[in-house]
């Protein structure tokens, strides 16, 4: 990127509120099956879904990484998000991390930290800059992105393993408080309440036996512990199905643990079963300022929310077609954008869509495009997981590739097109060629225009008032992608897309 670009920070707020508009239109749902799909884009390029209600930009992330192991053998590997609940990209959507592998630059996808000593990574929800690690030894940390620097906040002893979830939980919304397992050498199982602010745990709340026959990481009995966003909750998603009540947990008081529970954060006293068959789900914030969770029905077609105070079951989403009966994830770490959840339809029998629900009794969606994934193995599940304001989602997809290859499939993010939210006369009234170009573009207009490129994010990359009618611009030191042109001359405004190969 050259030097001027640097120079010039001033955005128009009008203009990033135009060509940066966040949302698909609102609307009901839509059973769109996947159309052809597209050959797939390289690594930083883009390729439209016009399929759905407002045309979606996916762009590719990531990037097959070669390497020898330590016996000197080759190998391959597909580095991806972890999941639909684990938040990629950083508290102001400046950086994403793929795994607990990398940081990169969200605008420019150039690689930023390796990380080495923080596994397994959280972003925290609050900071840009910080990243939490809760280690299996008990060990919390704390890492500074632009520094560089990781800080050992606590160590919380006695346990053969301390998990957070395990797996699928997650710090509430302030940094203030996270839940976390621990497993006891007698096999009893302490749901674990942490200060990250203070560093002291504030509650323990112990289940006698409660690991049993589980694996080393991973409980016989619990499927998950997270605080809610606000906090003030803890929510245990118990793993033996209600019908089988001879699997059912009894803890020391005789009491029979199944479904979804939820606890008082300060007493960790029980509060409600808010439903007897828990499936996959997130937790979040109804319209209504209630906290709820959002999971896929068991056992028929639906996406349902719960509110954790006991006071309400809606169905969100009403569709005619059994779509949402098959599997699916869903993600409410759009923490900014409260009031939505983001829905995949793993299958692309049941469309193979992505789409954000409003969490009221509405039935308002809106269509975030198709992940176009064969999804033939755990790896190529879409899982996609919202970005804090909700403006864009990451996946993970083969875009039918390889079929018969279960590692293959690379991270995608899916945002509208950006050219949707201007108007369709703006577009495309500038001269412009070669467009798409490897270097130089040259746009032909009237003397004394200013020439602005911004990129997808409506970040400015160039600005230049031209002198003559021909402007040459060199972009060969940008990423490939796509640009936006804005050309002004008085009090006439003109857009257009460049396609930077």
Partial sequence: MSKRTHLLVVIGLFFIQTINAQFPQDGTYQHILPPNTPAIPGYGQTIIDNSVPTPIEITRITEVQNYTDPNGDPQVWYPMHEYSKTQVWNADQTRYKVASWKVYNASTYVEERVLSSVYPSYWSNTDPDIIWSFRVDGTIKKYNVSTDVTQVVATIPGYEFVKLGPGEGNIDKNDHYVALVGKKANLDLDVIVFDLQTNQITQTLTFTNGWGNG????????DWVSVSQSGDYVVVLWSNPYNITNNWYTDQNNMQHYGVEVYDRVTMQFQNRIIDDGGHGDLGYAVDGDEVYVQFAVGESGVYMQKLNGTGNTQIVTEPDYDFFATG?????????????????????????????????????????????????????????????????????????????????????ASIDNTASVNEGQLDTLNIYPNPTKDFVTIKGKANTIYTIYDYTGKLIFSKKANTTNTTIDLSELNSGVYYVKATLNDTTSFSKLIKE
């Fill in 329 to 413: 994830h869903v993600s409410c770490r759009n923490i900014n954008r409260p009031g939505w959840a983001y829905i995949t339809q793993t299958k692309a029998s049941s469309t193979g869509q992505i789409i954000a629900v409003k969490l009221d009794d509405t039935n308002t969606v809106e269509h975030f495009g198709h992940h176009f994934s064969s999804d033939n193995s755990y790896d190529k599940a879409p899982m996609a997981v919202a970005s804090p304001n909700g403006d864009k989602v990451c996946f993970k997809s083969d875009f039918g590739t390889a079929p018969n290859d279960n590692d293959v499939a690379y991270d995608f993010i």
């Fill in 215 to 222: 694996t080393d990481y991973a409980p016989q009995f619990i």
